[in-house]
């Protein structure tokens, strides 16, 4: 069965460091889709990002970069001089393309100080 | 084009009550997905829909809990009597047919459901 394993419960950093969340998971397929999602204090699921099994190329974005590893099963989301906006729970999650369901991890709630 | 509505987003119940909540898929979509998101945790998968279809129900607590998405309207999710623990956030989500990015999910902005 999928899992998806967010060890970081809660992370603070102040304005302008650079921090990491992980993601782990666990799946018997062999093709299958990682996103992450942003979900501000407002409540709303922000897509950030939806990456495929088969390519594993790192993607930046912006400030915004991942960190595809299969050989280790994870799905790392970095965020370069954060900001105080960028203050939210953070969702790492699975989709196995035998099914259609998202499995999500428990979440990361990144707190940036000024 | 307008993206996944859900509509109350808030709701207020009663013990014993009975909650509907409602979702309008984007245009051109046929799948739903319905989410729960309980206090301080993830989103867990309740019920995947296809128009008049049930495909997977198998996050679906067993009784009071059921789900629609009707050949016209919005899909349902309905809990019959419901209790103190059904409070949570409830977040629809839909994608476009298998073959044009059915692979991709866009939710709602959720239904902030309150059991008092």
């Known amino acids: 069965a999928q899992k998806v394993t967010q060890a970081q419960t809660e992370i603070s950093v102040v304005e302008k460091e650079d921090v990491t969340l992980d993601c782990v998971y666990e799946?018997?397929?062999?093709?299958?889709?990682l996103f992450w999602y942003k979900q501000p204090p407002s409540g709303e699921l922000v897509f950030l990002i939806r990456r495929n099994s088969f390519d594993e190329q790192n993607e930046i974005s912006g400030r915004y970069s991942w960190n595809f590893q299969k050989s280790t099963s994870s799905f790392n989301f970095t965020i370069t001089a954060s900001q105080v906006v960028d203050s939210a729970v953070y969702f790492c999650?699975?989709?196995?393309?035998?099914?259609?369901?998202?499995?999500f991890g428990e979440g990361t709630q990144l707190t940036v100080n000024p | 084009n307008a993206g996944v509505m859900q509509n109350p987003r808030h709701l207020v119940r009663r013990r014993g009550q009975e909650a509907r909540l409602r979702c309008s898929p984007m245009?051109?979509?046929?799948?739903v997905y319905w989410y729960r998101q309980l206090p301080e945790e993830g989103l867990k998968f309740m019920v995947y829909l296809q128009k008049e279809n049930i495909i997977d129900e198998s996050g679906m607590p067993k009784e009071r809990f059921s789900a629609e998405f009707p050949k016209e309207g919005p899909s349902i999710l309905r809990i019959q009597q419901v209790v103190r623990g059904d409070s949570a956030a409830y977040f629809c989500?839909?994608?476009?047919?298998?073959?044009?990015?059915?692979?991709?999910?866009?939710f709602g902005p959720g239904t902030r459901l309150t059991v008092t």
């Open positions: 999650a699975l989709q196995e393309t035998s099914g259609s369901r998202l499995t």
């Open positions: 245009k051109g979509h046929s799948h």
């Open positions: 799946t018997r397929d062999t093709t299958y889709y």
């Open positions: 989500a839909s994608s476009p047919p298998r073959g044009r990015g059915h692979y991709e999910q866009y």
